[in-house]
């Protein structure tokens, strides 16, 4: 399996609270994603980063804001958490022109 | 932007049948269309891909199809197994790296 931790693995949280969701890869790909899974909608890609300092948005980024200050570490934040933001968050890497490694998810539950 | 629509969103064989799964695209310029299998309580993984310039793709019991004119790709599973039983997503992109679009997933579930 690709080195791509996502933690925490469950969390519940409380509306209006920030929650920041962690994802950590050991494989040195460039490129690092964040989407969400949601029934009826697939995955859908919220931020991903094309580089350190290198982040734009996907189509469903409204709510959430990344940041990737090192290689391997690539973070998703919740501002003010909502109860639409509950889902199944799923960090992806890829390198150039390589196939896409998904972490285990990450399952949210905002209350 | 790129839309995916996939179908079914369920689908049961018996053992030993076929399964396909049918995506469409409305993108002409995407050229990757990766399709990925879901086990229960883990990430998607890749299980095979196609660009824009082959039709078909065969890795042992799965293959893959994409006609170009019509904006439509398949995955066929011959053979099934109960191990096949799974959340399938195809994809579409521009590239490999670059943002993907996925269609809504297929469960299949084969029946022994």
Redesign the interface.
């Known amino acids: 399996d690709a080195g791509i931790t996502q933690s925490p693995r469950h969390k519940v949280t409380e509306t209006g609270t920030p929650v920041t969701l962690r994802c950590h890869q050991t494989e040195n790909h460039r490129y690092m994603y964040w989407y969400r899974q949601d029934p009826g909608h697939g995955l859908r890609l919220i931020h991903y980063s094309y580089g350190v300092k290198d982040t734009d948005k996907g189509e469903v980024s409204d709510g959430y804001s990344v940041s990737r200050s090192k290689t391997e570490d690539f973070l998703l934040t919740l501002e003010s958490a909502t109860s639409s933001q509950t889902s199944v968050y799923f960090c992806a890497i890829t390198q150039d022109g390589d196939e896409a490694f998904f972490g285990q998810g990450t399952r949210l539950t905002v209350v | 932007?790129e839309n995916v629509e996939?179908h079914p969103s369920t689908l049961s064989v018996q053992e030993g049948d076929s399964a396909v799964i049918k995506c469409t695209y409305s993108d002409s310029a995407s050229n990757y269309f990766?399709w990925?299998k879901q086990e229960l309580?883990?990430?998607?993984?890749?299980i095979i891909?196609i660009r824009s310039n082959v039709g078909e793709k065969k890795d042992q019991r799965i293959a893959v199809t994409l006609n170009k004119t019509a904006k439509h790709f398949s995955l066929h599973i011959t053979e099934t197994q109960p191990e096949d039983s799974a959340v399938y997503?195809c994809a579409a992109s521009k590239?490999?790296?670059q943002?993907?679009?996925?269609?809504?997933?297929t469960k299949l579930q084969v029946i022994p």
């Open positions: 932007g996939q990766p990925y309580g883990k990430g998607p993984q890749l891909d997503f590239s490999s790296y943002k993907v679009t996925f269609g809504i997933g």
